[in-house]
């Protein structure tokens, strides 16, 4: 019979070992692309012999995609709930797209270095199925939702096509400018700004104006 010891012992060994595995997944993605990497490197990577660990433990690539994307929107989810409550019924287009923009960088630098989660997250939006299981995930969050919608409450008044025109440019902004910054800091190469904490700060800086610049006439 297997005591209770033993299995505590088993779980704390899967656990770790998918750990592992979510780590080298994560880094191989970002620096190569989801696709240019097979099971059998992420599983060397992470030190397992056994070549059918991936798959063993999450199953698809795209249940590792999942995995990961998860493993982090924990921790940034709490980061939204908190700015949310922050701002309250603001009118401020400014503090909602604070909150749209803050998470992520701020968990960057809460993981300290290095980083590859911004980087895995650009990879993710160049492929269409890839993307829909960061846009699934990401919107699963009820504070993410709320904060949408808020930030719309604010916007003013704009042609549909300008709208949906400026919303796609926030949202690459908002996932390209960090793994921008995060593949800089990786070759130690100079960042316009010192600190995830400033460069948050310019992007918000950027896409507040984006929001609000005048449309031109005809439009």
């Avoid at 199953?59 to 701002?87: F, P």
Wanted: charged share 25%; with cysteine.
């Amino acid at each position: 019979m297997v005591s209770m010891a033993d299995r505590k012992a088993r779980a704390e060994q899967v656990g770790a070992t998918r750990e592992l595995i979510l780590t080298a997944a994560e880094r191989l993605f970002a620096e190569r692309g989801v696709y240019a990497v097979s099971n059998r490197q992420v599983s060397e990577a992470a030190g397992q012999g056994n070549n059918a660990a991936v798959g063993y433990h999450f199953g698809t690539k795209a249940d590792l995609v999942r995995a990961i994307v998860r493993k982090h929107e924990a921790r940034t989810e709490e980061i939204r709930a908190r700015l949310l409550t922050g701002i309250g019924d603001s009118t401020d287009v400014r503090d909602w797209v604070d909150c749209l923009v803050r998470p992520m960088p701020e968990h960057l630098a809460d993981l300290g270095g290095p980083t590859w989660y911004a980087r895995f997250c650009a990879q993710l939006m160049t492929d269409p199925a890839l993307h829909d299981i960061l846009v699934e995930e990401s919107l699963a969050s009820p504070s993410l939702r709320q904060i949408i919608e808020g930030l719309n409450r604010c916007l003013p008044e704009l042609p549909a096509e300008v709208r949906a025109e400026r919303g796609e440019m926030a949202r690459h902004l908002i996932v390209h400018m960090p793994a921008e910054r995060e593949r800089a800091l990786a070759e130690n190469r100079a960042t316009p700004r010192s600190n995830w904490h400033d460069a948050a700060i310019g992007l918000a800086d950027a896409i507040v104006g984006l929001w609000l610049a005048p449309v031109a006439p005809g439009r």
